[in-house]
């Protein structure tokens, strides 16, 4: 391999903490590690969702329902913590119906065919219709101590959040590149037809994926609810966008095929870091949104454009060709 | 007794849903009966349409049969799906590519039956046999490179590895050499004679005559459905074979009956593919029909994209009709005559899912159409009107270009590249993959269109068209013209050849 793209990743990679240090250090409070801790901590809930719709897209799904998926799993423990129901058994409840949930989705996309975009929209509906429900509205709060820990404690001075997220991300890197799984969800984003003359069950695969990504949401939902100490009926509704941003930045192609969890939690840390930066400057959250926006935009731009540069400069002759199949 | 019997496989024309309609007028299959013995090369043959991808299905376990049974060891089995079909030791390499592009060569090899080890994928374990498979194989491609990172040719010869990874019994190609080169064709047919000395029998579904004789033992034919016969290697002789096929004798297969005439059509000057690149110069005249032969990958396809405005180049000209154009893009193009038949039809040609009739309308509806909307029936006029010309077997004008043969796609390709009346017409591999009837009606109509003063670049790999139509014939290396050839003399399969890989010996 050449050099230079050896070592274009950790480049790459040297040159975003370069310009976040650089960057970081104009803005006041910024790199004040009590403000950084904070940053990371609230970054856990967009990176533990794009844990899963990393997947979702690597098959060439999208998964529309994490916003209401996060909404209704916050919610459900919140109802069962306020009815008393021990912490545990709430959390595991909340756990089991955000994969139900994703379960659903998996089975409409992968054996009523229908469109990933349309299956999750409408679960994704359901679950925000169904969260207005629990309490009429209302928000939960007041949790028992040891759920709030969850979201706010630390263990050695780091947030306890991240502990979770650090978990969930090791988790989806171990399924995506160590297990045949993760080759077969891989593939099945480059080419169905391959998998389904080789005799595996693509349905299967697509159902795995899409519970991964409700369990994924729901995870993330428990842990929204226990870091604000409240569960409302609206506050999974930014993490729809979030998860798929994050996705984006940290380089998962929207066409199938392409993409690795990690750099996905990374896309998760800078899209917190923005926001964290624009708070810092006071600047009014609607504007926040247009700037998110604005940034999402150029970075899909940029991606795109080099990725044509390279896939044009791939385009090879002949004795080129030749030369590898050497009889 | 034989190793592997078909008996009185049909199979009904299905509907677009897949559901069998039981009409007893259109089968697809009828009746037909096939047998393989243990380590022969049987050669299947027959015109596009004829059914010998629907009966290797049947044999793959890709479609299920009507009627009929198959016999492997007198047992009868029924594979049910691709896997199915493994597990019975049935291996098929397609004819179209059945690779992931984004995985690498060894999860492609592995695919469905990755080695684990205590449930971890065993990644060395999977580098070191695909390693010692494709060395095994004469190639040397590195496990790890991702499948659309290699050429064309090279994924050909990882889909042939990935079936013969399998330990099969039978293997069915579906023309394997069709984007191979002739190295790579020589090395496949190595690796069939190696196969067979280890008693694998090989079902090699092919339209190139001379393979026939390289590496068949026995040759079937089948036509529109039904089972021909079958010959013994002693009894192969083409023209016998061909008139089993079309059920006819085959007219003269190229005609030229055009007359090259005097201005230049087109002409391009000191025109770059890539900065590094030799210049590029060449002219089509009036009603002439210019050939470029070269490997596949020489930078054929892309000086014919280039001319027409599909890809960047560097430097040099383009002059038409006498004046340089000023900006090459595709739709001024069409509009000034120039028109590109794409090498890819299923990709790049057609839309799969819409009619011939739209499918043949859709470079010219500028033309039919000058005004917002579609009026009347010009459309379909000009539809039944190429359909007609051009012989195409269609139920409807509104049939979808999926469900017609690859040669009756082909000539609608065709057909909508000729409703846009071009003057300057650019074919690249107008005859890729399909049967040879349709290849003498393709040939036929492009020695008409000559004749009405059209003039023709036309890029093949296949030497015997090239030598056969071409008036002159420039022939490509690295991205660049090696040789011009003028003199229908010197057109010769060895001087073009020795051309195409240079003289100073190279991979040859």
């Known amino acids: 391999m050449h050099p230079a793209k050896k070592y274009r990743p950790a480049l790459t990679a040297l040159a975003v903490v370069a310009a976040f240090l650089i960057g970081g250090s104009f803005v006041p409070n910024f790199l004040n590690p009590a403000n950084f801790l904070n940053v990371i901590r609230q970054c856990s809930i967009i990176a533990i969702c794009a844990v899963g719709v990393t997947q979702v897209i690597v098959i060439k799904g999208i998964d529309l329902s994490v916003g209401g998926n996060v909404t209704f799993c916050g919610m459900l423990a919140g109802l069962l913590l306020g009815r008393g129901v021990p912490v545990p058994i709430a959390i595991l409840a909340a756990l089991a119906a955000g994969t139900a949930i994703g379960l659903v989705s998996g089975a409409l996309h992968a054996y009523l065919e229908v469109p990933a975009f349309v299956a999750t929209l409408v679960i994704g509906q359901i679950t925000q219709g169904a969260a207005y429900l629990f309490n009429n509205g209302r928000s939960f709060g007041s949790f028992p101590p040891a759920f709030v820990f969850l979201g706010n404690g630390s263990l050695l001075g780091v947030p306890v959040s991240d502990y979770i997220m650090v978990i969930f991300v090791l988790a989806g890197v171990f399924v995506t590149t160590k297990l045949p799984i993760g080759t077969r969800i891989y593939g099945l984003g480059g080419n169905e037809q391959v998998l389904k003359n080789s005799g595996i069950d693509t349905a299967k695969i697509k159902l795995f994926v899409f519970a991964v990504s409700g369990f994924c949401a729901a995870s993330a939902g428990v842990l929204l609810a226990a870091q604000l100490d409240t569960a409302h009926p609206t506050q999974g509704e930014p993490y729809q966008l979030d998860a798929i941003a994050a996705c984006i930045i940290g380089g998962v192609s929207m066409a199938g095929g392409e993409g690795k969890v990690i750099m996905s939690m990374v896309g998760a840390l800078i899209i917190q870091s923005i926001r964290n930066i624009l708070n810092l400057l006071a600047v009014h959250s609607f504007y926040q949104n247009i700037l998110v926006g604005v940034i999402i935009i150029g970075v899909v731009a940029i991606s795109m454009m080099t990725r044509a540069r390279r896939a044009n400069k791939t385009a090879q002759f002949a004795a080129a060709d030749a030369g590898a199949l050497k009889p | ?508």
């Open chain 2, 1 to 508: 007794m034989a190793l592997l019997e078909m008996k009185g496989i049909t199979k009904y024309i299905f509907d677009s849903y897949g559901v069998a309609i039981r009409n007893t007028t259109v089968k697809i299959l009828d009746k037909v009966d096939f047998s393989l013995e243990k380590g022969e090369v049987h050669i299947l043959v027959g015109e596009n349409g004829a059914g010998k991808s629907t009966l290797m299905k049947v044999l793959g376990g890709l479609i299920p049969p009507d009627e009929g049974e198959i016999l492997l060891d007198g047992k009868p089995v029924r594979p049910r799906s691709a896997r199915d079909a493994l597990d019975l030791g049935i291996g098929f390499i397609h004819q179209e590519l059945n690779l992931c592009g984004n995985l690498s060569v060894r999860d492609n090899i592995f695919m469905g039956r990755e080695l684990t080890h205590k449930g971890m994928k065993d990644g060395k374990e999977m580098r070191r046999r695909s390693e010692e498979l494709l060395k095994e194989m004469g190639v040397n491609i590195d496990p790890d490179t991702l499948v659309k990172n290699l050429s064309t040719a090279q994924q050909q010869i990882i889909e042939i590895a990935k079936v013969f990874s399998y330990d099969c019994r039978i293997i069915i190609m579906d023309e394997p050499t069709s984007s191979l080169t002739k190295t790579e064709i020589d090395i496949l047919f190595r690796l069939i004679h190696r196969l067979k000395a280890q008693g694998v029998s090989i079902i090699y579904i092919s339209h190139r005559l001379e393979e026939f004789e390289r590496v068949g033992d026995r040759l079937s034919v089948l036509r529109d459905g039904q089972y021909i016969g079958t010959l013994e290697k002693e009894a192969f002789h083409v023209d016998r074979i061909v008139s089993m096929m079309v059920g006819r004798a085959l007219g003269a297969m190229y005609e030229n009956t055009h007359v090259p005439g005097g201005e230049r059509v087109l002409e391009v000057r000191a025109l770059r593919l890539e900065p590094h690149t030799a210049p590029i110069s060449l002219h089509v005249n009036r009603g002439e029909i210019v050939g470029i032969g070269g490997l596949v990958g020489a930078g054929r396809t892309e000086l014919a994209k280039s001319i027409f405005g599909y890809r960047k180049s560097f430097g040099g000209q383009v002059l038409y009709n006498g004046n340089p154009l000023k900006k090459l893009d595709p739709a001024l193009l069409i509009r000034a005559g120039i028109i590109y038949l794409t090498e890819d039809r299923k990709t790049e040609g057609l839309i799969l899912d819409m009619g011939i009739r739209q499918n043949i309308s859709l470079a010219s509806l500028f033309r039919l159409f000058p005004r917002l909307f579609m009026f009347g029936h010009k459309e379909e006029e000009l539809a039944r009107d190429m359909v007609g010309r051009l012989n195409v077997v269609c139920n409807a004008l509104e049939q979808t270009a999926r469900t017609l043969s690859g040669g009756n796609q082909q000539k609608v390709v065709l057909g909508k590249c000729l409703a846009t009346q071009p003057k300057l017409l650019i074919l690249d591999e107008p005859t890729r993959g399909i049967d040879v009837g349709a290849k003498a009606e393709i040939y036929h109509m492009i020695d008409t269109i000559a004749r009405s003063g059209v003039a023709v670049l036309m890029i093949s790999s296949d030497m015997p068209e090239l030598i056969g139509m071409s008036d002159r014939i420039y022939v490509m290396r690295e991205g660049a013209i090696v040789v011009e050839i003028t003199e229908k003399a010197e057109m010769q399969q060895e001087t073009i050849l020795e051309h195409t890989i240079g003289r100073t010996g190279g991979v040859a």
